[in-house]
Nanobody
Framework: QVQLVESGGGLVQAGGSLKLSCAAS????????MGWYRQAPGRQRELVAS???????NYADSAKGRFTISRDNAKNTVYLQMNTLSPEDTGVYYC???????????????WGQGTQVTVSS
């Protein structure tokens, strides 16, 4: 099993920045992708950004140019630096870890408890 612990959420005004952290522990060799998903009330959970163990990144269109996902392999931690935040970025951000092969999830689909990000106008 893999445990994911998120931190860094909070309340910011539009134009501000936040940095989210997700620390993984447990059977970390069973996963090769970590990422961040956002869920707003009444909406489906959607991918914000992800990164593979090989360093390949993927971003939602709304995140490109503003958000940066990065890894610290020594700490088994993934970060999401969010700049120029807007109210549309508001939601619960969930850390995810899984094993993926050619864009297909094949196992180890783990979720953190979520951290609230609220952007006021």
């Amino acid at each position: 099993q893999v445990q994911l612990v998120e931190s860094g959420g909070g309340l910011v005004q539009a134009g501000g920045s936040l940095k989210l952290s997700c620390a993984a522990s447990g059977a970390i060799l069973s996963i090769n992708v970590m990422g961040w998903y956002r869920q707003a009330p009444g909406r489906q959970r959607e991918l914000v950004a992800s990164v593979t163990t090989g360093g390949r990144t993927n971003y939602a269109d709304s995140a490109k140019g503003r958000f940066t996902i990065s890894r610290d392999n020594a700490k088994n931690t993934v970060y999401l630096q969010m700049n120029t935040l807007s109210p549309e970025d508001t939601g619960v951000y969930y850390c995810n870890a899984h094993r993926e092969l050619i864009n297909i999830v094949v196992g180890g689909n783990y979720w953190g408890q979520g951290t609230q990000v609220t952007v006021s106008s």
